[in-house]
């Protein structure tokens, strides 16, 4: 029996081999894509899972009140972890750490090697609390001590190629400020790619605190740093400790204002939005919106094989009569349509993973992840659990559908469907079309808006604009190198700042006091600090007064405005008078028209320019000459090995930091074509099988038509305009429904795109075209088919 | 007696009316009977004949097959009887046209207990029986109209089954081919195979040792 029914089902792919394609085609790329996002959805939970203490692995952050509600911030005082590990028994071990981007691409420097890396500052329990397993040295010692490095097994390479003999070498270090010696105690396998903190070397925090934030004081509990990560001990009630540690900072200071608040350190990633003080989604939300465009998918593309096969099923009644008249039992005829429906669901599944095999690459670069297809048992047991429920469910349907018919009645072809059932299968057309209509409006959208945000005038220029770090022998030299800079042939302009001027890392500051605001002062202003010449370099343009000068000596307390904040602060008149900052009364020399210096997200935020003083000066920035590029920066390279010998000239254009605020809608963008792609196919899938189904259940009417005159082209436009009704409907949905999705997305941007009905008449046309194309074809060979072969086997 | 249809009624439902389908069968069959159930369109001989064959249901009446009560018995008993029992002949064939005519043959088999080695034996017999074994690998769409049937009716005979039941088997056969079939039958009969036709034909009747004329569901 299983071998007959082998048979019929490879001589049946045989002869109905478009049918057959069409429900692998269909069946594979859905599974594939529901592959790609399992394996997605797998990855996305069990970032920072691996390290073994993971259950008591907890984040302590600092919860300040303030006008907009509660702010959590993950910046803690430096003495909060050793004071709670000494004060707390619950405590096993508490460490303080910087975070990676603080101290990101440090020159590291071996005899005359230099290599650029992202470090931590750590206390001593680190490697006690984090599973970042040691090749080299003791976890409880190599972060003893002010003068220990502990570096990655690839940094160790790196430096000093092979690992051998490595624990005790020298690494010099140079940032923020500081040039210091440190000795190799350890080294660490390099950390998994499904860690969110990624650093290559880590150094103690006792140099920290005695470089960077010169501890021992009273602001010790006021300033807040590092992020404090602990360990409780395995039988610590979570929930009392949480409520014990609040007031943990304002009991041992009386000017703390902030309270503590812990959150278990895996569920960070996932979780990372805080509303109220209490962690709420975050990540977790992408997280089940693809779970369910999976589930999605997947369903769709079973209907889709269901309708394929029921209407194919009508080829194969007499089949299915002849044997319930020879005495097959129902069971049988049900076993046997799963079973092919299930081997069906196997062949997509080799396919899906060839598929998927292929697209990994492409998918990785839109998501930003490594995922690979490895053999991993439990994915592919996931993997062949989800094709098995697809053929299950995909069969379901036929097997149960046409073998519950009286054998009599299927033999006389008799067979009648349900007016129910069309409009089961009219209603999915409908749904599926409105899905790929609104994601054609989703791609047209996003795309639209990048391109919007791209080219706006942001009230600056961005365009050929380089900037690098103030390091090494620059430092002792900055005007100099300043001066020869400037002299270099196609540089339009230079100046050095303290921050990068894109981006939301400025500073913020509240302490500014203006006549009229002497008592309130919570108005919060961005603030940077800037060289001479930085205005004119970044191209801002002077709504009134001036821009700083070396002419004037007393600009160094002179202070310069946007538009925004002049607006905010209500001053009349602004030029020459005076606000107070700290005990300093600076003097308001210019208005800049406002400039977009964040992500078009946001709108202009008040902001405000001090020249700086020379510790201050971070960053170099040049403006080049459009299109002379290559030769400028070879020239600008030269200048730099002169001034700095010994270390490398890393820069970094403008552009694209401008450009990577918008990484993720363009991530968006991209991943929506696709889906978009998928959709418009599947869909296809869908029509096509409807209008096979629907032709194939009017062959006899068809013929009549013919019989009695009609031409083949009036048949078929009668056949296509029925199929256009639906996707009318789609189209009727779908528009109110991108329209709002639309305008809520865009509602993200300060500054957006109007939306404008090409859009969604563009979309409905794709759509429509499409499903003409899809239909066109069945419809002509209907109408164009010999009557009386129609007639005949009634 | 083989079977007996006692006071048996078939009827639908149209427009609210009850429209007879069968009205009051009384009817029997001996083991060796050649019946030829005779009437013109509509007047219900294929669903006499499928009642008999039990593929189709009735409303009211008795029916006993081998002292069996066909009208009591559950659908897996009644299937189970009909598959020991009877064999069908269709005048459209039903042949399955992916399946080879051996395969085809085969079929029948494979719904009762019999080996694999017993179903080659009782497939090659039949092949042999019906001079066809040249042909046990073609498909049906190769054969000749005759041909088809010819396999139909060994497809039918294969079980080895009490009764045949053939649906108008000539109906789509010229005539030499109509004149081969009912050959096939009256030997059949000789044999001992109760036969039950459905004909338009007053030459296939001939054949018959009885006939059953039906008129707007009831016998005449």
Known sequence: MLRHNLILFLRNIKKYKSTFLINIIGLSSGLACVFLIALWVLDEVQVDRF????????????????????RVLNWTPSILAETMADKLPEVKYAVSQTIPAQFAKVPLHVNNKVIKTDGVFAGKDYFNIFSYHLIEGDKDQVLEGMNSIVISESLANQLFGSLNGVVGKVIEWDAMGMLEKHQVSGVFKDIPANSTTQFDFILPLATYKKGIIHNGGKNDWVNNNPITYILLNEETNVEEFAAKIENFSKLQDEDVTADLIMTK????????????????????????????????????????????????????????????????????????????????????????????????????????KVLSLSFDPLIFGLFLLIALFTGILAGSYPALHLSRFKPVTILRGQLKNSWGEIWVRKGLVIFQFSLSIILIIAVLLVSQQVVYVQSKNLGMDKDNVVYFKQEGHLRQNAEAFLKELKEVPNVVNAAMTSQNIIGTNINTTGGLVWTGNEEERRSRFKELRIGHDFIETMDMKLK??????????????????????????GIKNPIGKTVRYGSTQYSIIGILNDFHFQSFREVVRPMFFRLNNNRSNLEFVVRIAGGTEKETLAKLKDSYAKFNPGYVFEYNFLDTDFQAQYAAEQRVASLSKYFAGLAILISCLGLFGLARYMTERRRKEISIRKVLGQSASQITMMLSMEFTKLVLIAI??????????????????????????????????????????????????????????????? | MLLQLKNVSKWVHSGGQKVFLLKDINFWVNEGDFISIMGPSGSGKSTLLNIIGMLDDFNEGEYTFLEEKVHSLKEKHRANLYKQYIGFVFQAYHLIDELTVKENLEMPLLYKKHSASERKSLVADMLDRFNIVGKKDLFPSQLSGGQQQLVGVARALIASPKLILADEPTGNLNSKQGEEIMEIFTQLNKDGVTIIQVTHSEKNMAYGSRVINLLDGKIE
């Not at chain 1, 203490?53 to 907009?68: A, I, M």
């Not at chain 1, 429906?341 to 060839?354: C, E, N, P, Q």
């Not at chain 1, 009134?544 to 602060?569: C, P």
Request: glycine share 8%; hydrophobic share 45%; with cysteine.
């Open chain 1, 732 to 794: 009727g949905i779908a528009v109110p429904v991108a329209y709002l999705l639309g305008s809520n997305w865009l509602s993200g941007f300060a500054y957006r795109i109007p939306l404008k009905g090409w859009y969604f008449i563009g979309a409905g046309c794709m759509a429509l075209f499409v499903a003409l194309l899809t239909v066109g074809s069945q419809a002509i060979g209907a109408a164009n088919k010999n009557p009386v072969n129609g007639l005949k086997e009634e």
């Open chain 1, 544 to 569: 009134e007064g001036r821009s700083f000068s070396r002419q004037f000596l007393a600009d160094s307390a002179a202070i310069v405005f946007n538009e925004t904040a002049i607006k905010m602060m």
């Open chain 1, 265 to 368: 350190y895996s569920s960070n990633y996932l979780y990372g939005n805080f509303e109220n003080g209490q962690q709420v989604s975050g990540r977790m939300n992408y997280v089940y919106l693809f779970s369910c465009i999976a589930l999605f998918i997947l369903i769709i593309a079973c209907i889709n094989f269901m309708n394929l096969s029921t209407s194919n099923a009508s080829r194969r009644l007499k089949e299915i009569g002849v044997k319930r008249a020879l005495g097959s039992k129902r069971t049988t005829l049900i076993t046997q349509y799963f079973g092919e429906s299930v081997m069906t669901a196997f062949i997509s599944l080799l396919l899906a993973l060839l598929i998927v095999f292929l697209f990994i690459p492409q998918f990785n670069i839109i998501t930003g």
């Open chain 1, 51 to 70: 390290h073994e203490n993971d259950e008591y692995l907890y984040q302590v952050w600092n919860k300040f009140e303030s006008q907009e509600g509660p």
